[in-house]
T-cell receptor
Framework: GPKVLQIPSHQIIDMGQMVTLNCDPV?????FYWYKQILGQQMEFLVN????????KSKLFKDQFSVERPDGSYFTLKIQPTALEDSAVYFC??????????FGPGTRLTVL | GDSVTQTEGPVTVSESESLIINCTYS????????LFWYVRYPGEGLQLLLK?????QKGSSRGFEATYNKETTSFHLQKASVQESDSAVYYC???????????FGKGTHLHVLP
């Protein structure tokens, strides 16, 4: 079936640095999402994105977070600066019409 | 708020036994929630297993089934006879059709013994 790819699979950075997580969504999809899962907890919605704009963001989507998809390339999540509590697995998803979302395998972010 | 609660894992069953993973939801801000079961097999990404968007309906896939019960706010996942290949983490989820976000349960780790 359709696949969403995420690059890298694992990223380790020092607190305060910037990090960009990349998502290669399904090619004809129009809606894009990021979710965050802290170890041992449930996966939680961060943000969704459509037509070049953020549609909705949760309270977990701090001011240090930003998303974009320049020129139909990767859908990215940037965190600048990072904090210890940003350590988690971040899942990207995409969908054609809305809620039937296809998920990537996740990027494990470790902030030291 | 909106939330999903499911069976705490891990759940261990033997091959050919029946399975039920309980899921209940609360959808206080969503008028017409959609309900999903997602599955993550070892080493793979999250996949949609089945979905039901209308209360009272049943969804099924790969021998699994779940019925959307609005009265009991439940969406339990059942399978009559599990296989070792069903070993995975199963997530019950609630979809908001307006905001297009999905609210997940914590996941239930299923081990099927040969």
């Amino acid at each position: 079936g359709p696949k969403v790819l995420q690059i890298p699979s694992h990223q380790i950075i020092d607190m305060g640095q910037m990090v960009t997580l990349n998502c290669d969504p399904v090619s004809n999809h129009l809606y894009f999402y990021w979710y965050k899962q802290i170890l041992g907890q449930q996966m939680e919605f961060l943000v969704n994105f459509y037509n070049g704009k953020v549609m909705e963001k949760s309270k977990l989507f701090k001011d240090q977070f930003s998303v974009e998809r320049p020129d139909g390339s990767y859908f990215t999540l940037k965190i600048q600066p990072t904090a210890l509590e940003d350590s988690a697995v971040y899942f990207c998803a995409s969908s054609l019409r809305g809620y039937e979302q296809y998920f990537g395998p996740g990027t494990r972010l470790t902030v030291l | 708020g909106d939330s999903v609660t499911q069976t705490e894992g891990p759940v261990t069953v033997s091959e050919s036994e029946s399975l039920i993973i309980n899921c209940t939801y609360s959808a206080t801000s969503i008028a017409y929630p959609n309900l999903f079961w997602y599955v993550r097999y070892p080493g793979e990404g999250l996949q949609l297993l089945l979905k039901v968007i209308t209360a009272g309906q049943k969804g099924s896939s790969r021998g699994f089934e779940a019925t959307y019960n609005k009265e009991t706010t439940s969406f339990h996942l059942q399978k009559a006879s599990v296989q070792e290949s069903d070993s995975a983490v199963y997530y019950c989820a609630l979809g908001d059709t307006n905001a297009y976000k999905v609210i997940f349960g914590k996941g239930t780790h299923l081990h099927v013994l040969p």
